[in-house]
């Protein structure tokens, strides 16, 4: 099979296609700038609250729903975002929640893979490898990891994971191991902070170098010397971060890790916005040279155009926040 896409690192730059991203646009060349659409795949396996994602028209529909996460994504390439987030457990379609009685996950209890969900995942990485676009997938998310039965379960989801990709010959793809592993939140301990190294140095030797891998941490939070050492780029989240400064603190203080030997840097969830002000988080992370991913859920009382993570989702730039990302997106990369 001949893919058209591939991602790679040259020191702290990304490249697509031995190019770096963003080639000729000063600040911005090299960086991956995201967003969050972890809801790509998302199913609801529970009988119990998958009536909760109805769409304003009709039933929840899987299908659909990667049917237009598909749909849109030539708008976004269009705006200049070369990259974006999946996970195949997904992410809160509340936005943030406290309890997860759903059931969103592409792995069974003993961490073979299902076949429903590899094939939605295939048909986004098939479009976003056909507009030139990178997708970082994530494996695990707290409060769905506990669907997997035991850490025997957990090592075999990735390793199945990773030889699925391999034998697709996805070349566009970036792994995250896990959503925010020092959340407090994962059930088995190899996805925590103090463990997730080992998943992340599995991938690398498992794929023989051919897959790049790194783990996220909530927000605020910077990764111990680990997690440096073992990731081939570091994943950041700007969540609860207390504006631009800090941001930019975040990012100096990976750079100043004993382990850190030059990878790049990038956030890739992070719930401000301000796009029409002169610093905001996004433009501070592109400032210490480092990507920003853009997190959208639903806020209580609005409708069904807004969020990019809240179930069912409208994947078209429909709100007031979604246009004010991609007017800046566009703007930086050259795509206005």
Same mark, same amino acid.
């Given at each position: ?56 028209? !009709? ?7 990667? =049917? ?39 792995? #069974? ?10 094939? #939605? ?58 959503? =925010? ?12 902070? =103090? ?5 992340? !140095? ?46 930019? #603190?975040?990012? #100096? ?84």
């Amino acid at each position: 099979m001949r893919r058209a896409t591939t991602v790679g690192l040259a020191g702290d730059r990304f490249l697509i296609n031995g190019e770096p991203t963003y080639a000729g646009r000063g600040r911005v060349e090299g960086l991956m700038l995201n967003a969050r659409m972890v809801q790509g795949i998302f199913d609801d396996l529970n009988p119990g609250t998958r009536g909760r994602w109805a769409y304003p028209d !009709g039933p929840w529909d899987a299908r659909r729903n990667t =049917e237009e996460f598909v749909a849109a994504m030539p708008e976004w390439r269009a705006s200049g975002l070369v990259c974006f987030t999946l996970n195949l457990q997904g992410g809160s379609p509340e936005g943030y929640s406290r309890e997860q009685p759903w059931h969103n996950s592409a792995f #069974r209890g003993d961490g073979t893979l299902r076949v429903d969900y590899l094939e #939605r995942l295939d048909m986004i990485l098939h479009r976003a490898d056909e507009l030139g676009m990178v997708v970082i997938l994530g494996l695990f998310y707290f409060g769905q990891d506990r669907r997997l039965a035991d850490e025997t379960a957990v090592v075999t989801a990735v390793d199945q994971a990773t030889d699925w990709l391999l034998a697709n010959d996805w070349r566009n793809v970036l792994v995250e191991v896990a959503n =925010e592993a020092d959340v407090g939140r994962y059930h088995h301990a190899i996805l925590r902070a =103090e463990r997730c190294h080992e998943l992340i !140095g599995r991938i690398r030797e498992r794929s023989g170098g051919a897959l790049l891998a790194s783990t996220s941490l909530r927000g605020g939070s910077i990764p111990g010397e680990a997690i440096v050492r073992e990731s081939d780029f570091l994943l950041l989240h700007g969540n609860r971060v207390g504006g631009p400064d800090e941001i930019r #603190r975040m990012v #100096r203080e990976c750079r100043d890790d004993p382990a850190y030997r030059g990878q790049p840097i990038l956030f890739n969830e992070d719930d401000h916005f301000d796009f029409e002000l002169d610093d905001n988080h996004f433009l501070a992370a592109v400032g210490e040279y480092a990507g920003w991913g853009y997190f959208d859920y639903r806020f209580p009382g609005e409708g069904h155009d807004d969020g990019f993570q809240s179930v069912p989702v409208n994947w078209r730039a429909g709100s007031d926040r979604k246009r004010g990302f991609f007017r800046l997106l566009a703007r930086l990369t050259g795509h206005d």
